[in-house]
């Protein structure tokens, strides 16, 4: 197990090296640095207690104590900035680290006053003059792992709407592992929550030493983190569109006050219905909210209201329906038989395999190859 725990602080200090020479930095890879260092110092502490140092050196004895607070706000950080690059570090975000500040103030008086042997008597629970505390401490990491993994979930929704309504693609703005990072996170948090309640609350003896198994499941998480985060590059940055023409989702009462008159607005759906049909946008891969507005001449708030009002859909369902009605009357064309399922849905817009699958089945109900067999009146497999 020692092995196991060397290899973890190894990666979390070497992620973190990796991170900071990394070129062009962002906050969020600033912020994962950290993070790295944080987890680095809390697995070598856990370690050196696991190997019995807190008993030779006593004045070890809870100088981690407060770092179980730390991982929610940068769980919370990391997520935010990840998702929009362009966003600036504020005082706000300090708040978050309050807690964490708090308990190292409170705990000055243990750090600073205690003699060894009295610090010794406390980690043996001799002495209960933190009892309270402890408990207090354990009841805030339970909240603060639950309330941030919950509000990093919900950035991530909100972001993924505002893709929507943006990009009529989804190839490099692949999300799911950020959902599996939160998901992991919220694993572990959850995990470390049941084994404190039927250890310490219960007095369970598990007739092993759980926190054995957590430890291991976050240096899994680190290796996770790591390669992912060093490889991530926000959407925002990725030249596809000016950050100054982004459009958040909205609600129908915000489009009510959006200043767009009713005969504007069914003039614009009518030119971009004329526009889809007859210079077919849509066959451009990459193509985005902006792009479009801006052969339209309008805005792309106001195009982003057109589409939700008129076609009840966001960008990108709007702009793949398109797509799908293309692939549906290319395979219909005898022209086309020779060609292959990928191969058409290419042409028609799509730039990806994983993507037109799921957007052609959510549509017609069926799988590209299921529609194209009952076309063409074919059996068996198709090629893709």
Partial sequence: ???????????????????LAKKDKSVADKILAVWMFIFGVHLFS????SLGYWEVYPHLVGITNPFPLLHGPMLYLYVLFSLRSDRRFTRIDVLHFAP?????????????????????MIDRGEL??????????????????FTYTILSYR?????QSMINENFAFRESINLNWLRYFIWGIGIIFAGAITVEILRDGLDIDFGFNPDLILYSLIILFILFLGFFGIRHQDVFTGGYVNEERIVESRTAGEY?????????????HRRLTELMKSSKPYL???????????????????????????????????????RVEEFMQRVADP????????????????????????????????????????????SGNNRL
């Fill in 100 to 120: 964490f500040v708090l308990s190292y103030v409170y705990l000055s008086r243990f750090y600073l006053f205690y003699t060894t042997e009295q610090k010794a």
């Fill in 155 to 159: 950035l991530l929704g909100r972001h």
């Fill in 335 to 378: 022209a086309n038989r020779n060609f292959s399922i990928l191969a058409i849905a290419f042409d028609s817009g799509f730039n990806s395999k994983s993507s037109f699958n799921e957007v052609f089945k959510k549509i017609t109900g069926k799988t590209p190859s299921n529609y194209m067999s009952l076309v063409r009146g074919e």
């Fill in 1 to 19: 197990m020692n092995t196991v725990f060397i290899i973890g602080i190894f990666l979390s200090f070497f992620l973190q090296f990796l991170l």
């Fill in 284 to 322: 451009e891969p990459k193509l985005t909210l902006s792009t479009l507005a801006g052969e339209l001449d309008i805005s792309p708030n106001h195009l982003s209201q057109v589409i939700n009002q008129y076609e009840g859909k966001n960008f990108f369902d709007f702009v793949n329906g398109y």
């Fill in 46 to 49: 856990y370690y050196i207690y």
């Fill in 256 to 268: 009510s006050r959006s200043g767009l008159k009713e005969e504007d607005a069914l003039k614009y």
């Fill in 128 to 145: 209960d003059d933190y009892s309270g505390f402890m408990t207090l401490s354990l009841i805030a990491f339970f909240v603060s792992g």
